[in-house]
C-alpha cells in the first residue's frame, strides 16, 4: 500500500518530493530501526510478548466489523473496563443502531428508530415511542455483555505455541505507530493478522480475519467512567 501510494502520489504530472529526497528525522529513523530489530525476532517470541501485554490491560477502547451466524454482521465501538463498566455503540448491518451502557452490572440500550421497528416487531410496543430513549434492559436478553465483558475478551490472547504456518510478515507501520506484522492461525482454522507494537508494551492494535472480522484496539489503560443514564424509560408502563 505505501508503495502505491508513492506511485499516486507522481502521476499527475506535479512536481513532488521523491522518495529519498529529503533525509529521515532521526525519531522516524529509530522507530524504523526498532520495527525492524523486532521483526526479526521469531514469531513465537513475538506472540507471547503480545499476549503478556494484552493480558494486563485494565481498560481499553475497541471497534471493529464481525459477522455471527443466523444473527448478521455488526460494527461495534466501545470503551470498557475490567469492571464491567462499558460505553459504546452497537450497528446490525440492515437493521440500524443502538448506543449501550453496562454501569454496575445493569445493561441499557438506546435504539435508533430503525432498530426500534426491528426489535418491536411482535412485541405491541410502539418503536416511535421507544426510540431515542434509554432502556434497562435487566429484564431483556442481555445482547451487549459479550461487547463489555474484558476479562473475556482477553483471554482470547492465549499463549499457545506457535503454529507451523504463523509467520512474522514484516516491519509496519499503523496510525503512526510502528508494528510489526504477523500472520497466525486462529481456533476456528481461519488465518488471523495482527499488528503488534514494535514498541513495549507490544499492544495489538489491529486484528484482521480472513474471514472478513476486523477489530482495532486503542488507548490502553486510559480511565472510563461511565455513569447511569439521566432517564430511563419504563418499559413496563408501555405494556412491554
Given amino acids: 500500500m505505501v508503495l502505491w501510494t508513492l506511485s499516486a502520489c507522481g502521476a499527475d504530472g506535479a512536481k513532488k518530493p521523491v522518495a529519498g529526497s529529503h533525509p529521515a528525522r532521526p525519531a522516524e529513523t529509530h522507530a524504523a530501526s526498532q520495527a525492524g530489530s523486532y521483526a ?11 499476549v503478556a501485554a494484552m493480558t494486563k490491560v485494565g481498560s481499553l477502547h475497541m471497534k471493529g466489523r464481525l459477522t455471527v451466524a443466523d444473527e448478521g454482521t455488526f460494527t461495534f465501538d466501545v470503551s470498557l ?23 454496575d452490572g ?58 507451523d504456518d504463523d509467520e512474522v510478515i514484516g516491519a ?5 505507530t ?3 506484522k504477523l500472520r497466525s492461525r486462529g481456533n476456528g482454522g481461519e488465518m488471523d493478522t495482527a499488528q ?24 490502553f489503560g486510559k480511565p472510563v467512567t461511565v455513569k447511569e443514564p439521566a432517564k430511563i ?4 408502563s408501555l405494556g412491554g
Fill in 40 to 50: 526479526a525476532q521469531p514469531v513465537g517470541q513475538i506472540e507471547s510478548d503480545a
Fill in 81 to 103: 473496563t475490567r469492571s464491567g463498566d462499558c460505553s459504546g455503540h452497537l450497528d446490525i448491518v440492515g437493521q440500524g443502531g443502538a448506543d449501550f451502557r453496562l454501569v
Fill in 106 to 163: 445493569v445493561p441499557y440500550m438506546r435504539w435508533s428508530k430503525a432498530l426500534g421497528d426491528h426489535l418491536a416487531a411482535g412485541s405491541g410496543v410502539d418503536a416511535q415511542v421507544i426510540a431515542g430513549h434509554w432502556i434497562d434492559m435487566r429484564s431483556q436478553e442481555n445482547v451487549i455483555g459479550p461487547f463489555c465483558d474484558l476479562d473475556k475478551i482477553l483471554t482470547g490472547f492465549t499463549d499457545d505455541p506457535a503454529q
Fill in 172 to 176: 509496519s507501520t499503523y496510525r503512526g
Fill in 178 to 180: 510502528s508494528t510489526v
Fill in 196 to 219: 503488534v507494537s514494535a514498541a513495549s508494551p507490544h499492544y495489538v492494535l489491529r486484528m484482521d480475519s480472513d474471514k472478513g472480522q476486523v477489530v482495532e484496539f486503542s488507548e
Fill in 233 to 236: 424509560l419504563d418499559l413496563s
